[in-house]
């Protein structure tokens, strides 16, 4: 394979996975203002975040699905079908993302990690 040939292959290569969608990790957390869940207990902020953390779980899911298949509609039609087919995932992670770091100012600033290890305590 010569030179040209084999930069050509490269080039063509980081173009197909530039076109893949945005993993989950890279996608940035939405501003939220943690104020409208200071109304909440801490029994109800870890139900809330734990619900909130199983929806991302499902979103990212969701995410890395459509990168799988970015990187086979590239290499096999050169077109990223799984961005369009989930293109609404990304801004849903980051709204999640963002709920949950909202929650945990919350629960840190009501001690509700203090609270928690004194229920369990107490439970025993």
């Known amino acids: 394979m010569s030179v040209s040939l084999r ?5 063509a290569l980081a173009v197909i996975l530039s076109a893949c969608a945005t993993s989950p990790e890279n996608i940035k957390a939405a501003n939220y203002n943690s104020s409208v869940y200071a109304y909440l207990t801490c029994p109800q902020l870890a139900q809330y975040k734990a619900m909130l953390n199983g929806r991302l779980a499902t979103a990212s899911s969701e995410q890395e699905t459509a990168r799988t298949e ?8 050169g077109i990223p079908f799984g961005s369009a087919s989930y293109k609404w995932t990304p801004w849903q992670i980051s709204d999640l993302k963002g709920r949950v ?3 945990e100012r919350v629960e840190t600033s009501d001690s509700c990690t203090g609270q928690r290890e004194a229920s369990a305590t107490t439970q025993l």
């Open 7 to 11: 930069g050509l292959s490269v080039a």
């Open 70 to 77: 970015d990187a086979i509609g590239d290499v096999a039609l």
């Open 101 to 103: 770091v909202a929650v």
